[in-house]
C-alpha cells in the first residue's frame, strides 16, 4: 500500500511537472503572439499618423496657395462686389415682386409731413422677411413741438388706408446743426396698409 502511494505521489507530482512545462510552452507562444500584435498596431499607428500629418501639411500648403491666387486675382474685392449687387438684385426683386405701390405711399407720406418737417432720407429694411421703409424726419429748429407733431403725423398716418396700424417711431434723437437744435425722428411703415 505504501508503494501505491508512493507511486500516487510520483505520478502526481510528474503531471504536475509536465503541465507546468506546457503552460510555459503555451505562455511564450502567447507572449510572441501578443509582441508581434502590438508591433503591428504599433507600426500601422505610426503610418497613419504619418500619412495624416502629411496631408496636413499639404492641405496647409494648398490653402496658402490659393489664398495667394485669390490675392493675386482679386477675388475677394469681387466677392464683396458679388454680394453688394446680390442684396441691391433682391431689393429690386422684392421692390417689383411687391404689390403695394411705394411710390404712392411715399408721396401721401410727404403731402401729410406737418409744418417745420422734412425728409432726410429712406431706408429699407427687412424684418422677418417682409420689406419695410424706414423714413428718417428732420424737426427743422424754427419749430418747437417736433415730438407732439410725430406722434400726430403717426396717428394720421395709422387713419390712412395706404399705411395701417404699423407705423411706428424706431428712434428720436436731438442734434445741434450750425448752433441750432434741431431733432430727428425715424419712422418706420409696414409693407401692407390697410386692406
Given amino acids: 500500500m505504501e508503494k501505491n502511494l508512493e507511486l500516487n505521489l510520483i505520478r502526481s507530482r510528474l503531471n504536475f511537472i509536465e503541465t507546468r512545462r506546457l503552460y510555459a510552452r503555451y505562455s511564450r507562444i502567447i507572449y510572441f503572439v501578443a509582441l508581434i500584435t502590438f508591433t503591428l498596431i ?13 496631408s496636413k501639411k499639404e ?3 494648398l490653402e496658402s496657395a490659393l489664398a495667394l491666387k485669390r490675392d493675386q486675382f482679386g477675388l475677394n474685392d469681387m466677392e464683396k ?3 453688394a449687387y446680390c442684396v441691391k438684385l433682391k431689393i429690386v426683386d422684392s421692390m417689383v415682386s411687391a404689390r403695394s ?17 422734412c425728409i432726410q432720407r ?59 437744435d434741431i431733432e430727428i425722428f425715424k419712422i418706420s411703415l409696414p409693407q401692407e396698409g390697410i386692406k
Fill in 42 to 54: 504599433s507600426f500601422k499607428f505610426i503610418t497613419i499618423y504619418g500619412g495624416i500629418s502629411r
Fill in 59 to 61: 492641405l496647409a500648403g
Fill in 81 to 83: 462686389e458679388w454680394r
Fill in 101 to 117: 405701390e411705394w411710390s404712392a405711399r411715399l408721396k401721401e407720406f410727404a403731402n401729410l409731413l406737418p409744418p417745420g418737417m
Fill in 122 to 180: 429712406v431706408e429699407v429694411a427687412y424684418e422677418e422677411g417682409k420689406k419695410n421703409f424706414n423714413v428718417v424726419v428732420l424737426s427743422l429748429p424754427n419749430e418747437q413741438k417736433g415730438f407732439r407733431d410725430v406722434e400726430g403725423f403717426i396717428a394720421t398716418l395709422e387713419f390712412n388706408p395706404l399705411f395701417g396700424k404699423g407705423v411706428k417711431l424706431e428712434s428720436h434723437e436731438r442734434r445741434q446743426m450750425n448752433g441750432k
